[in-house]
């Protein structure tokens, strides 16, 4: 899927989420839209789910219907022209579906899949029948693809439990249809931390020793849409998923200690920049979950 390049002078950028809610605000639409907002782009949301949670776990969902997510859509595209997007929890076969063709009628460009499929605990967040449609119907409409572990080696039906397993699997995205792959190795079972890069051309490695704090609700959620983010500024995708990887690291470093279970991380952290707005490379850090 082509990637958005340069803004240029004009309006401030637009980036939209598809992805449920989250209550205690630390996942979900609300992180996406702070983090939008940290790197200084206009969010907006199209809501699939309602959750009642808080840091200690979810309570109650409530699935939107399928035509309304498609409504919300609709109307962001036709009105406010988002230059990126990302999704996240879809839940359901139908509801993957339906955004795969809204995105598809709109040409929205620049689309970064958070798969949502495992969370970091191991709890299934997509139907089992449902992955199928992910991998045929959205993963080809997808710039870049950010899956953990778990959620790397349902779509490529491989074990990844290594590095050399990550970059296989990134590949391996990559020959399903997704323009570029995002392969997060914060549960190597060897000790290591690392992320795996790959676009069809250009690989790079993230090691990173880990952070020991049970405050990591959200990471993955931040980290789709601070890509996202970055491409909407008309940001190259791997200097967006460079300087996605650096906020996210900050966030972790700096969670706020919220709650009495796995806390949000620090949406105040800030992105960082040069003196252009641009995002350089940030070298080591811990690695994401």
Partial sequence: MPVATGTGPGPLPVALTIAGSDSGGGAGIQADLKTFHAFGVFGASAVTAITAQNTLGVTAVHPVPPAVVRAQIDAVAADLHPRALKTGMLATAELIETVAEAIAAHELRACVMDPVMVAASGHRLLEPHAEATLARRLLPLSALVTPNLQEAALLTGTEVDSLAAMKAAARHLVRMGAGAALVKGGHLRSGEAADVFWDGSEEQ???????????????????????AAGLARGTSLPEAVDAAIDFVARAIASAPGLGAGGGPINHFAGARTDGDGNRGPVGAGPSLI
């Avoid at 090691?207 to 959620?221: E, L, N």
């Fill in 205 to 227: 490695v993230w090691r990173r020793p880990r952070i020991a704090t049970r405050h990591v609700h959200g990471t993955g959620c931040t980290l789709s849409a601070a890509v």
